[in-house]
């Protein structure tokens, strides 16, 4: 998860660069950027939804290719929730034949965007804001959430119930796919968590303890510096998926910090962000039959 720890690591990454110049800068580039056109690419409709949960009305985004059935995948985004990055990520997933519903996370509290272009968690300003409704989120409620968003999904006319759904979380969306994969066992096929942290550790609520719940199979794509600080995690993992017989691929990136899959992201790594995206493609296209 993003901590003072890995602010930084970021730091030290960016060199002489600030926070603010490159987050500034990715804003105006990184999501008009040099992402590759994906072959076969396939028309799509995004709509903003409200989606009725236990606890309120939850904001998100729906984007799913216009024409047909297509099996379903519940995107976590990172600390800083849904914003315009996660919509070009979304978008970019639905383009590929997937009817992908993006959540805020923060619905509790805020409607989406909670951050403005060019705000990042390296700014005490923007963690300050955001922090508080960090907290305000447990596994409890991740699970409670994971349940409705996927039922709403399951009654969308875009959705092939027939096939299962996918899930992929950002940060501190890493512990938030496994808590959906065990809520909803039976739907969830595969699940990708990308530098996502507190995935393994000594508290009773550990997303590890859930694997034996779980019917999934992972994609853990782990940050070079996050490894370096629990490099027992991913055995932890490793062992426990081994044991109660998942597939997980398991791999730290080499170079890549924490937070470098996302496009609007201080440290984004194109080649590595590219490597996981279609390690992502090659799982659900093999786990959501």
């Known amino acids: 998860m993003c901590d003072s720890d890995t602010v930084k690591d970021a730091d030290q990454y960016l060199g002489k ?5 490159f ?7 990184a ?29 998100a985004l729906f984007v799913h290719p216009t024409e047909g059935k297509h099996p379903a995948v519940l995107m976590w985004p990172d600390i800083l929730a849904l914003r315009p990055a996660f919509r070009k990520m979304a978008t970019r997933l639905a383009e590929s ?7 805020n996370p923060y619905y509790r509290d805020a409607k989406a965007p909670v951050v403005q272009v060019g705000e990042s968690f390296g700014d005490e ?5 955001v922090m508080p409704m960090y907290r305000n989120l447990s596994a409890a409620t991740h699970q409670s959430d994971a349940k409705d968003f ?3 999904l399951d009654e969308q006319a875009a959705v092939d119930t027939n096939r299962k759904v996918g899930t992929m979380g950002y940060c501190m969306g890493g512990p938030i796919i496994m808590r959906t994969a065990a809520a909803v066992p039976d739907r969830i096929g595969a699940a990708c968590s990308y530098h996502g942290g507190g995935l393994v550790t000594d508290k009773p609520d550990s997303p590890h303890l859930l694997i034996p719940q779980m019917q999934a199979a992972f994609l853990i794509a782990v940050a070079d510096n996050d490894n370096q600080r629990d490099p027992n995690a991913k055995i932890v993992l490793g062992d426990t998926f081994k044991e ?26 194109h080649e590595s962000a590219e490597k996981a995206w279609t390690r992502t493609l090659a799982l659900f296209e093999r786990a959501l039959a």
């Open 125 to 129: 300003s923007t963690r300050a804001k």
């Open 17 to 21: 660069m600030t926070r603010r110049q």
């Open 97 to 103: 034949g997937y009817a992908v519903l993006c959540v």
């Open 23 to 29: 987050s500034t800068l990715a804003a105006g580039t």
């Open 31 to 59: 999501l008009a950027m040099m992402l590759p056109s994906d072959a076969n690419a396939k028309a799509v409709t995004a709509t903003d939804v409200e989606i009725k949960t236990a606890d309120g009305v939850c904001d």
């Open 150 to 152: 996927v039922a709403w």
């Open 244 to 269: 109660h017989g998942l597939e997980a691929e398991i791999e730290v990136y080499a170079g890549a910090m924490h937070g470098w899959c996302v496009l609007d992201s201080s440290v984004y790594n």
